[in-house]
């Protein structure tokens, strides 16, 4: 069955870095674009970042455009999330996506598999 597992998340300080891993399985991952939503509690699941089936092409949602980059390894059947500059708006659990179909969009419900998720808490 396919699986994705995300990991990397923690605790940052304002101005630090992290990066999100997500690791497939279960799927021919080359096949797939991916994603990252993130979703506060008591709030919708948020597009963040987008990539097509072999990296060439990215889309950002406009709070995270020159912070955060999306990246993949189709070798490692991994997706990654560097995000920089963090703020603590940024505070959240993180989760991917897959979708055959690229650019999926904005929406959550045009994906079809998703991961656990992973904490992102971002101190003042």
């Known amino acids: 069955q396919v699986q994705l597992v995300e990991s990397g998340g923690g605790l940052v300080q304002a101005g630090g870095s992290l990066r999100l891993s997500c690791a497939a399985s279960g799927l021919t991952f080359g096949n797939y674009g991916m994603a990252w939503f993130r979703q506060a509690p008591g709030q919708e699941r948020e597009f963040a970042a987008g990539i097509s089936w072999n990296g060439g092409s990215t889309y950002y949602v406009d709070s995270v455009k020159g912070r955060f980059t999306i990246s993949r390894d189709n070798a490692e059947n991994t997706a990654y999330l560097q995000m920089d500059s963090l703020t603590p708006e940024d505070t959240t659990v993180y989760y991917c996506?897959?979708?055959?179909?690229?650019?999926?969009?904005?929406?959550?419900?045009?994906?079809?598999?998703w991961g656990q998720g992973t904490q992102v808490t971002v101190s003042s």
């Open positions: 996506a897959a979708d055959a179909e690229y650019p999926a969009g904005y929406s959550p419900l045009a994906y079809e598999y």
